[in-house]
C-alpha cells in the first residue's frame, strides 16, 4: 500500500474553509446613509486591495481585509465619524463577487487541472481536494512553483498598485485606521488608533520559485508552507516503482518490480527469472542496502531450505539483488553435463554412418 494513502488531507487544510471573512481582491457593495432626511441609497461598488485595503468615496481607504462583514461596516463607519464626512452614519456591506486563485494542480491526482480556491482558503490542501485527491500512484512528495507577484484585473495598468489614479486622491484621508471602539459610541468616547500591523491574511505573495513538501512530515494546519498564492503550480510526484534484481543462475537474468501490497520472496523471484539453470544450484545471495549503513549487507540463503522452511525463503525489499550462486558442485555438474552433450553428440554423428 502506497504511503499517501495515509495522508489525511482533512487534517492539513487550514481554518479559512467557509469563512466569510473579507479578502484582498474581493468585490464589496457598500451603502452609506448619512442618516440627514431622506435620501436615496445607493451600492458603491469597490475593489479591496492587496493589502486589504478598500477605497471609500469622501472617506478614503479603510482597512477591512480579513474582517467579517458587519466588523467591517463598523471600521468604515467609524472612519466617517472620526474623519469629519459624516456625524453618525448608518452602513451596509455585502460582498458581491469573492476572489479566488486559480492553482493549477499536476501529476498524481485524480482530476489533474486548475482549481478555484477562496484567497481566504487557499493551501495545498484544499487545492490537493479540488483536483479529486491523490491517485493510487500518488507518492508524499509534492513540488510547489510559486509564481509570486500580484494579480492584475483585467486591462489594469501594472503601474496601478504603485499610484493612485490619474494622481487625484479620494481623500486627505487615506493612512488606514483602527476602531478600538463601535463606531456609534457618544462624542469623545470614539477612539482609533493605527494597527500594529496588517493582518496575516494579507502578507506579501510568495517570492517566485521551487518549494518541495513531504506529506508525510505535515502536521496539522496553520504551516505558512502550505498557503498557494494566484497562479502556483502544484505537481504531486508519482511514487517510484520498487524493483529488485535477479542474477547468477538463472535462465533469464532480469529487473523485475515489486507489486505493491504482495510479498515477493526468494524462490518467487528465481521462478520469475525462469528458475536455475544447474540442478544443484542451492546457495543465494540476497544484496540488501540498509539505510545509514555504508556498505549492503549480504545474506545467504539456501534453495533446499527455502522449500522446507519459512523463515529461510527470505521477503525482498526494494532494491534487492538476488544472485544464484556458481558453487564447486555446480561447476562439477555443468562439466559432466557438456561433457556427455558433445559426446552423445559425436557418438550420434558415427552411428550415423
Known amino acids: 500500500m502506497p504511503p499517501s494513502t495515509n495522508i489525511n488531507l482533512e487534517q492539513m487544510a487550514g481554518a479559512g474553509i467557509g469563512t466569510s471573512q473579507i479578502g484582498h481582491g474581493d468585490l464589496v457593495e457598500i451603502t452609506i446613509v448619512s442618516g440627514g432626511g431622506e435620501e436615496r441609497a445607493t451600492p458603491i461598488p469597490a475593489r479591496v486591495g492587496d493589502d486589504g485595503t478598500v477605497m471609500v468615496p469622501l472617506i478614503g481607504g479603510v482597512p477591512i481585509g480579513g474582517l467579517e462583514p458587519v466588523s467591517a461596516e463598523q471600521r468604515i463607519a467609524a472612519a466617517a ?5 459624516y456625524r ?9 463577487e469573492p476572489a479566488v486563485n486559480r492553482i493549477t494542480v499536476l501529476g498524481a491526482v485524480t482530476k489533474p487541472g486548475v482549481v478555484e480556491l477562496p484567497r481566504g482558503s487557499s493551501d495545498l490542501a484544499n487545492a490537493l481536494a479540488g483536483a479529486g485527491g491523490l491517485s493510487k500512484e500518488a507518492s508524499t512528495r509534492v513540488e ?15 503601474g496601478a498598485l504603485e ?11 487615506t493612512e488606514p485606521l483602527h476602531p478600538t471602539a463601535v463606531p456609534f459610541a457618544a462624542p469623545g468616547q470614539l477612539e482609533l488608533s493605527r494597527p500594529a500591523a496588517s493582518p496575516a491574511l494579507f502578507s506579501p505573495p510568495a517570492a517566485p520559485g ?17 498557503k498557494l498564492g494566484d497562479r502556483d503550480v502544484v505537481m504531486v510526484l ?9 542474477t547468477g543462475l538463472v535462465q533469464k537474468p532480469d529487473q523485475f518490480e515489486l507489486t505493491r501490497g504482495k510479498d515477493i520472496r526468494v524462490l518467487d523471484a528465481i521462478a520469475m527469472a525462469g528458475g536455475i539453470t544447474s540442478l544443484v544450484a542451492d546457495k543465494v545471495y540476497v544484496i540488501r542496502q540498509f539505510p545509514n549503513m555504508p556498505e549492503p549487507a549480504v545474506i545467504q540463503v ?9 523463515p529461510e525463503n527470505l521477503r525482498l525489499a526494494a532494491g534487492d539483488l538476488v544472485s544464484v550462486e556458481s558453487t564447486a558442485a555446480t561447476m562439477t555438474v555443468d562439466t559432466l553435463t557438456k561433457f556427455f552433450r558433445v559426446a552423445l553428440g559425436v557418438s550420434g554423428s558415427v552411428a550415423t554412418f
Open 88 to 96: 453618525q452614519p448608518y452602513v451596509t456591506l455585502t460582498v458581491a
Open 163 to 173: 499610484r493612485e489614479p490619474d494622481g487625484v486622491r479620494l481623500s486627505a484621508h
Open 238 to 246: 508519482p511514487e517510484e516503482t520498487p524493483v529488485f534484481h535477479v
Open 302 to 310: 539456501s534453495i533446499a531450505r527455502a522449500k522446507r522452511k519459512g
Open 144 to 158: 510547489i512553483l510559486h509564481r509570486g507577484g500580484h494579480s492584475l484585473l483585467a486591462g489594469q495598468d501594472p
Open 210 to 226: 521551487k518549494s518541495q513538501i513531504d506529506l508525510a512530515q505535515l502536521g496539522p494546519a496553520g504551516s505558512e508552507d502550505r
Open 81 to 85: 465619524i472620526e474623519r469629519g464626512v
